[in-house]
């Protein structure tokens, strides 16, 4: 058997879980994994990351479907993702993304009734054979270092 070595991932491990929504107690405290705020809305980056640099936005209200949004909030959500798209480039230089939301348990969401969007982004070749043969996917830099990076370019 084979191990692969991940330490940071024991604090989450045996940490106490937060009560709440991740998203709306990272808008009302610093969280070291925000990467920009706006009035309405706010990037952070993923704790359990498909890839490096996966970020999620979401609006700052607590609403779970894009029909909950005002023009407004519609309006600053993608203008988070135009500006995470354009970080990510700037700071990874990927080759594309995957953007996308679950809507509803069902459709895979984590956390169900705060609306938020993934954006993943995706280099040729980044699949692999850790990924196929042994569910892993291996995430090349720690996620503070990822943070300060794009913090830096919004």
């Known amino acids: 058997m084979r191990n692969l070595w991940a330490p940071w991932r024991m604090e989450y491990i045996l940490s106490e879980k937060p009560e709440g929504c991740i998203f709306c107690e990272a808008y009302r405290r610093p969280d070291h994994l925000v990467v920009h705020r706006t009035e309405r809305a706010l990037v952070m980056m993923n704790r359990y990351p498909y890839t490096n640099g996966h970020l999620l936005v979401a609006p ?18 993608f203008e988070c993702l135009r500006r995470s798209v354009e970080a990510l480039r700037r700071a990874f230089g990927p080759h594309g993304f995957n953007i996308g939301a679950n809507l509803g348990r069902v459709a895979g969401a984590g956390v169900v009734d705060h609306l938020h969007v993934h954006v993943v982004p995706r280099w040729l070749g980044d699949t692999n054979f850790m990924p196929i043969l042994a569910e892993v996917q291996v995430i090349p830099e720690h996620l503070a270092r990822t943070s300060e990076r794009l913090r830096a370019l919004f």
């Open 60 to 77: 700052r209200r607590h609403v779970a479907g894009l029909e909950d949004l005002s023009a407004e909030e519609a309006r600053e959500l």
